[in-house]
């Protein structure tokens, strides 16, 4: 299986993820303070929200990477 096909692929599931799943969330330490013996973190949950035209977008592009593909041989 050629390298374009394989971006082909991984670009069609990831737009069908995007499209299902539509966000997705992360936490990270923000800040971290330390006062003799203690110590302190804050944790962060941030949320991503995944636009659909992003997720249209990459399967249709991965959809015209494997036309293109299958047609180059």
């Known amino acids: 299986m050629g ?7 991984v670009l069609i599931l ?10 997705f ?12 013996p203690f110590e302190l973190t804050i944790k962060d949950t941030q949320t ?4 659909v035209w992003a997720g249209v977008a990459a399967v249709v592009a991965g959809g015209g990477l494997l036309l293109f593909a299958s ?3």
């Open 3 to 9: 390298t374009v096909k394989i971006v082909a692929i």
């Open 14 to 23: 990831a737009g069908l993820v995007g499209l299902v799943y539509g966000r």
């Open 25 to 36: 969330s992360y936490t990270r330490e923000t800040q971290e303070a330390k006062f003799g």
């Open 48 to 51: 991503v929200n995944i636009p």
């Open 71 to 73: 047609r180059k041989r």
